[in-house]
């Protein structure tokens, strides 16, 4: 029983010293300081290679990746640029959702995705890649920044995001 209240001290302990972080500091920085800062750098396609963690979704176009995708990018009727409007006027209606950098002469954008109750966020990289014939395809690279497990919302983001494009 005294094991038991100590544990229980030593909770309600940590919970006030994160919550008075959160109120002295602001959401991200305490995020910053019990995970380390997120790592924003650019994505290269063609190099990248996956974590050993599941908190990521990757969806390329066949060759396009230096690694094993776990989707293949769907194709779509129309210019990448057409696509990359459709995806952008699709993203505004997403929830807690922030645009990053660009490099509009690759045609690749960086988004931030924040979960609801903590505001933990992911990262989304999306290149807008253009086909013969007057098609188009993308490159997805959906990940969290914290922790090992996304209990799959990576992947469900991205495929609810390609259903959203395919409808529009």
């Known amino acids: 029983m005294k094991g038991l209240k100590l544990a229980v001290y030593l909770v309600v302990g940590i919970a006030v010293v994160i919550g008075l972080l959160v109120l002295v500091a602001g959401r991200e920085k305490t995020l910053a300081i019990i995970f380390g800062p997120m790592d924003l ?3 290269d396609f063609a190099a990248l290679r996956l974590a050993d963690k599941p908190n990521q979704f990757l969806v390329c176009p066949p060759d396009f990746c230096a690694d094993t995708a776990h989707l293949t990018s769907p194709v779509f009727p129309g210019s990448a640029e057409q696509l990359k409007q ?5 993203v505004e209606k997403q929830p807690r959702v ?3 950098a660009a490099d509009e002469a690759a045609m690749q954008y960086e ?7 903590v505001g933990y966020p992911d990262s ?3 290149r ?15 990940r969290s920044h914290y922790g090992r ?19 529009s």
Do not use: C, H
């Not at 988004?111 to 109750?117: D, P």
């Not at 807008?128 to 959906?142: C, H, N």
């Open 111 to 117: 988004f931030i995705q924040r979960s609801k109750l």
């Open 41 to 43: 750098k650019p994505v």
């Open 124 to 126: 989304i990289t999306v």
């Open 98 to 100: 922030e645009a990053g």
């Open 128 to 142: 807008f890649i253009a086909l013969d014939e007057g098609k188009a395809t993308l490159a997805i690279y959906s």
């Open 149 to 167: 497990s996304d209990f799959g919302v990576n992947e469900a983001r991205v495929r609810a995001w390609l259903a959203a494009l395919a409808g």
């Open 86 to 90: 459709r995806w952008m006027a699709m």
